[in-house]
């Protein structure tokens, strides 16, 4: 990451660490984790550096408002390029980590993580609004996947589709197209999420409907909701210029509907 940039979140991140009431604490792995996930999930996360739980002493509120700093000093800093680095570390271990944990259900749409439950559509378009895209975080949740994928996009031919003939197929595949950032993934005509790749390693960060677990990040290759479907689509966010573009000046996002 350039410098510059990286001076600045952490000079931000400091500051959040200097607040002295305590809105979220961190939880104990040993004792408060999610149900979902096996230790070696854990172990490997933390040694990727993907945050699990909120680490700093700031409510939802401050953070997104901290965020919100960051991305007003980004507007003026190059080099462009290394934007998308802020981008996806602002999203996978500031805003998201707050989300694990929420509670899925079908209409589930609250704006307020571990309050409330959360739809896939909606964890997406919230996480993503709350980070400072300008999105009609209700408009974009009711789309079908493809109609979502296209609005995230913004030029369509950035969307690629995967549907081969097995789940073990389609892994590869994703690992071939896939660089190292953020994506959104849509699931034929039913569920969406984020994929995250890390240090050649995928994962799937989704409101899961399975037994209603809600919000959470599994391997993508341990996940029973991806190997439920066979047709996907693909669209970078971290690795798109012209949503970043959009993300740092705060132009609206047309949401697809047909």
């Keep these: 990451m350039n410098e510059r940039l990286l001076s600045i979140a952490i000079f931000f991140l400091f500051l959040a660490c200097q607040e002295t009431t305590p809105a979220h604490s961190r939880p104990n792995l040993l004792t408060d984790t999610i149900p979902t996930r096996t230790i070696s999930l854990e172990a490997e996360l933390l040694h990727q550096g993907i945050q699990q739980f909120p680490d700093t002493f700031l409510s939802y509120a401050q953070m997104k408002q901290q965020v919100k700093r960051i991305k007003e000093q980004l507007i003026s ?60 975080r209700y408009r974009l949740a009711q789309q079908l996947p493809i109609h979502e994928a296209k609005s995230l996009a913004i030029d369509t031919s950035q969307v690629l589709t995967l549907a081969l003939d097995s789940t073990n197929k389609n892994i590869d595949k994703l690992y071939s197209l896939t660089q190292e950032g953020i994506y959104f993934i849509g699931f034929d005509a039913s569920h969406v999420g984020f994929l995250l790749k890390k240090a050649e390693k995928i994962y799937l960060i989704h409101s899961n409907y ?41 132009e609206e996002i047309t949401v697809v509907t047909e």
Aim: hydrophobic fraction near 40%.
């Design 210 to 250: 399975l037994d209603a677990q809600g919000v959470m990040i599994e391997r993508i290759e341990e996940s029973e909701v991806f190997a439920s479907y066979g047709r996907f689509y693909l669209v970078p966010i971290s690795g798109n210029q012209v949503l970043l573009k959009h993300w740092l000046q705060g």
């Design 77 to 136: 800093t190059e080099p462009k390029d290394a934007i998308d680095s802020v981008f996806t570390e602002l999203l996978v271990n500031q805003i998201i980590p707050f989300w694990y944990g929420t509670s899925w259900s079908f209409e589930g749409h609250t704006a307020q993580p571990r309050k409330g439950e959360i739809a896939c559509g909606y964890f997406v378009s919230t996480t993503l609004q709350h980070l400072g895209l300008q999105v009609n």
